[in-house]
T-cell receptor, first 113, second 111 residues
Framework: DVKVTQSSRYLVKRTGEKVFLECVQDMDHENMFWYRQDPGLGLRLIYFSYDVKMKEKGDIPEGYSVSREKKERFSLILESASTNQTSMYLC????????????FGSGTQLSVL | SQQGEEDPQALSIQEGENATMNCSYKTSINNLQWYRQNSGRGLVHLILIRSNEREKHSGRLRVTLDTSKKSSSLLITASRAADTASYFCAPDDNAGNMLTFGGGTRLMVKP
């Protein structure tokens, strides 16, 4: 089975801190995604990547950046965390050959104080 | 990409009853997927139905697709307490490899 692993289940940070959320998948998937999920707003796409060193903006990229130096790893970076970035962050991956099915990690609940 | 809209927002039923959730979308699609999310966890893929299919089954799940009405439904038969979760639809319009998700339907199955 595909495994998508997010480095932290819960994270508490202070306003202004630089935050790294890490995601690793073990099935050689080309595509990787970062979403955030907030009550009443559903899942919103932040960034995605089709390949190593490639990145595309999603619907809400402001305040975030990403890094994909290796195929299996996709990092989400909050350059200067703010309280409105308190949210559940979900990483997902998919393969071109596997079609459109997404595999999700368990999520990181980030609290910015 | 486009977002599906699930209806109802919340559904509460007794164990053994059937649960029906609906999804509407706006533009032509290549396929539509349903996902499930247990509280505080990631989403899990349930079933994918392509635009040329009208109905699909997987265990106790039955999905229908009506492209003329731009709608889909997910039926869970003989529900169990363990089916308690949020359910999301994701229409894929093949405009890139991105799926977006609405607010989902929160299903509660009471024992």
């Amino acid at each position: 089975d595909v495994k998508v692993t997010q480095s932290s289940r819960y994270l508490v940070k202070r306003t202004g801190e630089k935050v790294f959320l890490e995601c690793v998948q073990d099935m050689d998937h080309e595509n990787m995604f970062w979403y955030r999920q907030d009550p009443g707003l559903g899942l919103r796409l932040i960034y995605f990547s089709y390949d190593v060193k490639m990145k595309e903006k999603g619907d809400i990229p402001e305040g975030y950046s990403v890094s994909r130096e290796k195929k299996e790893r996709f990092s989400l970076i909050l350059e200067s965390a703010s309280t409105n970035q308190t949210s559940m962050y979900l990483c997902a991956s998919s393969s071109i050959e596997g079609g459109e099915k997404l595999f999700f990690g368990s999520g990181t609940q980030l609290s910015v104080l | 990409s486009q977002q599906g809209e699930e209806d109802p927002q919340a559904l509460s039923i007794q164990e053994g009853e059937n649960a029906t959730m609906n999804c509407s979308y706006k533009t032509s699609i290549n396929n539509l997927q349903w996902y499930r999310q247990n509280s505080g966890r990631g989403l899990v893929h349930l079933i994918l139905i392509r635009s040329n299919e009208r109905e699909k089954h997987s265990g106790r799940l039955r999905v229908t697709l009506d492209t003329s009405k731009k709608s889909s439904s997910l039926l869970i038969t003989a529900s169990r307490a363990a089916d308690t979760a949020s359910y999301f639809c994701a229409p894929d319009d093949n405009a890139g490899n991105m799926l977006t998700f609405g607010g989902g339907t929160r299903l509660m199955v009471k024992p």
